[in-house]
């Protein structure tokens, strides 16, 4: 079956058997590797993405229900070299470290940070809690989530345009 | 004096991490995400069963389903004489079956093809006649008369007892045992648990037909040791043997072993010519790869009417699983056990293991932990606290009044270990300061007046970690010692390359650190490499907390090596007498002349242009480092919980960890590793469990039935920290990757135990789940 998919703002099609899945999808015809399998029953969230801005477990999804669907993965959160505020904050704050559950737990901190600019560590632990982490103990992942919004805010000061090259691809 | 320069990276620095830049951009490269040209795929058949007799494999139907290449039986390994494998503990394991079935999951058939789906399609259109026995699922039933034979295989074996081990001594324990004012027992199971890393375990095997060589991309914690056993396995000539672990995404023990799957694809690699890739589901690894615990355990403590320890007597039984295929050191059939004795001073001490095959999964693992020490920490640490409660005293009175003291290190313990250094008084302190313990006992008492069920848990732990030396220490007689080999270039940049293989422990970070401290190298100029057994040092991996005390050793010496080269060329640079010259981060200068100096890299251009009359070129070494002794960290965890009289439900209300890992090196990567250690432990002490039922089916075969914290349920944690240096080790550092995982299943669970004990309730086996809670408290009568 053909699909056609925006996948961190490009235009890519693909023609795929029905029941392909969509982090297979993305991880082998379109070479996107940083959307990681870890479990299949959408129990660890390591396969998130962004479907039309909402995370999504991609790993219990077909391709071809994305079909006409924009898709941002953990390669669309950079703004060329410019590092997206999650990104900064899960370095800063030593949020990682095998980096398997990383692209999914940064993707749900975006969108966390979209909906509550200023969440309290609480309502990070809820978002982030379909995500598993098997290294950190999440203390440093929370703080990292903080630290995004911290940047966040601070860029809201500054003139839109800088604004949005540091926010890269959120 | 010179001037002052800081030098970005030293020992005791938080850096942040070099290997970040790749994972927060989604460019690692995990197993999986590696694509050869022409790569096949591999899907394992699986037994239902968990023992049956193979009565006929059917593959006509299979090998004409679209984009077979070939399906593999055990017959045909048979052929190759592949169809049995030796283990890491001298036992051998089927790796694909040809006679029996011995646990669910076990591999019976593989399919290879163009694409994973095709191959899982054929997969499920082999055909297997299977009589099924009945299951043996626990030691009890094993040792059974009558029970059915599990290993008969095996010429000599009778039963399904394996290993019968000892250590300590009996005749003086049993002495001091009638000479006790009391005895305190306690029957505890460790249960089953999973490592259950995010990344499952797979290999990418590509056999070139022309150059026989064999690379095998592989999640291994230990690639150098992987490489031998194939060798010695597959008799492939070992330099034609390549093992490449690219980034692991979390091991905790799961990535040691060698799994069928790994040696399947690889002969299938060699017979088609063509590279194959497997990888496993979630459902593989969690029935089928190494597994934790399952440790039987019975422990009399006696004491004396003043709460003194006078002796520890311990029995336990080990479930292995159908094969004996634990990755441990070779002298040693219970792993590091006989640690039991803990932190205390115990005169004398008693421990027997006998170890049996089951239809379980095989296979036994030190999650996140060395060599079954979270078993026996967790053993000793429960009987402390039930004696203390019986004996009316406080469990952190009780602890403090028989723990080694400062002043008795280096200690010899009963079961014969040398602990080299500790102040377990002071991390007790630590921890009942920064939890306010005094206040908080009233706090308890006061709740309990009003009707809470409310407890305070501790737990002061000693691991031993770090093995070798090599003479006591060895897999399959490979001695545990570990490697490093560091090359600085002519600009005065340098790559590092070791025998150990970082799993999300931070390597490339905190190993360049070490160059940093010992070579004045700036750590961002150090590229660290491990993994590749073409280029790294030989060595025996990373785990049971070893490669800092290891190799990070061997990075020290290796660095020092250098720098004593470095001084011979700074000396004639500087034309200045060797013994005239002074070291200072990162330069040699001329003792009372600062100015005249060399820096390192100044001298690592000269080491390339401009050598001494009679000196070789270059300036690069390898260290293989064999410890004196293994390193002995410790602390005290401190946990407060709230029960929920109605439904049971535990609430960890706080979580206080004081580590002493000796010196810290990245304390930044330090505190990480605890958190993510006391994560699982809060896991393995309230959730994770890997059960069957009576027909040896899994139990906790996916993410929904072995349950794993996340965010919502786990604790904060508040660290604290005590530093007691290695006396033996470079630079004083003893490791810590497990400590946390080690140390606090006993804490948590300890508090549950205190919570409960106004109700007589002596011990829960963990998981520690609400409904075992709720019928502890029905059972004393409580009915809210």
Redesign the interface.
């Given at each position: 079956m053909k699909l056609s998919v925006t996948v961190n703002g490009s235009k890519r099609a693909g023609d795929v058997?029905p029941?392909?899945l969509l982090v297979d999808f993305l991880?082998?015809n379109l070479?996107?590797?940083?959307?990681?399998?870890?479990?299949?029953?959408s129990?660890?969230g390591?396969c998130t993405i962004l479907l039309d801005g909402e995370p999504v477990k991609s790993c219990t999804m077909l391709a071809v229900q994305a079909d006409g669907r924009s898709i941002t993965?953990?390669?669309g959160?950079?703004n060329g070299a410019n590092?997206s505020p999650v990104?900064i904050g899960?370095?800063?704050e030593?949020g990682?470290?095998?980096?398997?559950?990383?692209?999914g737990m940064?993707l749900v901190g975006a969108h966390l940070l979209e909906h509550n600019p200023n969440p309290t560590d609480e309502e990070?632990?809820?978002a982030?809690?379909?995500?598993?982490?098997?290294?950190?103990?999440?203390?440093?992942?929370?703080k990292a989530i903080k630290h995004a919004a911290a940047l966040r805010e601070a860029a809201e000061v500054v003139p839109r345009e800088t604004a949005a090259a540091t926010a890269g691809g959120e | 004096m010179a001037t002052e320069v800081h030098m970005h990276g030293r020992i005791g620095e938080s850096i942040k991490r070099k290997e970040d830049a790749r994972f927060i951009r989604g460019k690692g490269n995990y197993l999986d995400d590696i694509e050869l040209p022409g790569m096949l795929h591999m899907a394992i058949l699986r037994s239902p069963h968990a023992h049956a007799r193979i009565e006929a494999v059917d593959t006509a139907a299979a090998s004409q389903m679209p984009g077979v290449v070939a399906v593999v039986t055990g017959e045909l390994l048979a052929q190759h004489k592949l169809a049995w494998m030796p283990t890491l503990s001298y036992d051998t394991q089927a790796v694909l079956a040809t006679d029996k079935v011995r646990f669910q999951g076990q591999e019976v058939a593989a399919v290879i093809a163009e694409t994973r789906n095709q191959a899982e399609d054929a997969r499920d259109a082999v055909v297997v006649d299977y009589k099924v026995l009945p299951a043996v699922i626990s030691p009890e039933q094993a040792k059974t008369a009558g029970a059915a034979l599990i290993r008969d295989d095996k010429e000599n074996q009778k039963d399904n007892h394996i290993y019968h081990w000892e250590a300590g001594d009996q005749s003086t324990t049993q002495a001091a045992f009638a000479n006790a004012d009391k005895v305190v027992r306690l029957h505890t199971f460790y249960p089953r648990c999973h490592p259950a890393p995010l990344e499952t375990c797979g290999c990418v095997a590509d056999v070139n037909g022309a150059t026989g060589k064999a690379t095998i991309y592989m999640t291994s914690q230990a690639p150098h040791a992987i490489r031998t056993v194939f060798a010695l396995v597959a008799g492939l000539p070992e330099q034609n043997i390549r093992v490449v672990a690219p980034d692991i995404g979390g091991g905790f023990g799961n990535k040691v072993p060698v799994y069928p799957g790994y040696v399947v694809a690889t002969a299938a690699s060699l017979l088609i010519g063509r590279p194959v890739k497997w990888v496993e589901d979630r459902t593989e690894n969690l029935i089928s790869t190494g597994f934790a615990r399952d440790f039987h355990m019975t422990g009399d403590l006696a004491v004396d009417k003043d709460g003194k320890m006078l002796a520890l007597r311990v029995h336990l039984d080990s479930d292995n699983g159908a094969f004996y295929s634990d990755a441990q050191p070779t002298k040693f059939k219970a792993g590091l056990f006989h640690i039991v004795t803990g932190s205390y001073d115990i005169p004398t001490a008693h421990v027997t293991a006998d170890g049996y095959y089951t239809n379980k999964a095989p296979g036994g693992v030190a999650y996140r932990c060395s060599f079954r020490v979270t078993e026996a920490s967790y053993l000793i640490e429960r009987l402390a606290t039930n004696a203390a409660i019986e004996l009316g005293m406080d469990q952190a009175e009780f602890r403090m009044k028989n723990f080694i003291k400062p002043e008795q290190f280096p200690y010899q313990s009963a079961t014969g270990w040398v602990y080299d250094s500790g102040d377990y008084p002071a991390a007790m302190n630590l921890a009942l300061e920064k939890l306010g313990y005094a206040e908080l006992r009233k706090d308890v008492e006061a709740r309990r007046k009003k009707g809470e069920v409310t407890g305070i848990g501790v737990a002061s732990f000693t691991e031993v970690v770090g093995a070798g030396h090599g003479a006591e220490f060895d897999i399959l007689g490979l001695r545990m010692f570990d490697s490093a080999e560091l090359r600085v270039h002519p600009t005065g940049k340098a790559i590092l390359r070791m025998g150990t293989k970082s799993q999300g422990q931070g390597h490339e970070t905190t190993f360049a650190q070490i160059v940093t401290e010992e070579l004045g190298i700036p750590a961002a100029d150090i590229a660290v490499e491990e993994g590749d057994t073409d280029t790294a040092p030989y060595g025996l991996g990373t785990y049971a907390s070893r490669s800092t005390p290891v190799a990070g050793a061997a990075t020290a010496m290796v660095a020092r090596k250098l720098r004593d080269k470095a001084r011979k060329i700074a000396a004639h640079l500087l034309e200045a007498a060797e013994e005239d010259l002074e070291w200072e981060m990162g330069k040699f200068y001329v003792k009372g002349s600062p100015d005249r100096a060399k820096t390192i890299q100044e001298i690592a251009f000269a080491a390339y242009t401009n050598v001494p009359e009679g000196m070789e070129a270059g300036l690069e070494g390898v260290h293989y480092y064999d410890p004196p002794n293994m390193t002995y960290p410790f602390g005290t965890y401190a946990v407060v919980v709230d029960v929920d009289k109605g439904t049971g439900q535990v609430k960890v209300r706080r979580m206080v960890a004081v580590d002493d890992c000796g010196v810290r090196i990245n304390p930044m990567i330090v505190e990480g590793q605890i958190h993510g250690g006391l994560t699982e432990g809060f896991g393995i002490a309230f959730m994770e469990l890997i059960t069957f039922d009576s027909e040896g089916n899994c139990i906790g075969s996916n993410f929904t039935d072995y349950l794993l914290p996340t965010a919502w349920e786990t604790p904060k944690f508040e660290l604290g920290e005590t530093v007691t240096p290695s006396p033996h080790h470079p630079f004083g550092a003893k490791g810590v990757g497990e400590s946390a995982t080690v140390g606090s299943p006993a804490a948590y669970v300890n508090a549950v135990i205190d919570a409960l004990s106004p109700y007589g309730v002596t011990n829960i086996d963990m998981p520690v789940t609400s409904d075992k809670v709720w019928a502890a408290l029905r059972a004393a009568g409580v009915n809210e």
């Open positions: 058997e029941r392909v991880r082998s070479r996107l590797t940083g959307t990681h399998v870890g479990c299949d029953t129990g660890c390591a993965t953990v390669e959160l950079a590092l990104q899960f370095h800063e030593h990682l470290q095998c980096g398997f559950c990383t692209p940064m990070i632990r809820w982030i809690s379909g995500n598993i982490c098997r290294c950190t103990g999440y203390m440093n992942i929370v | -």
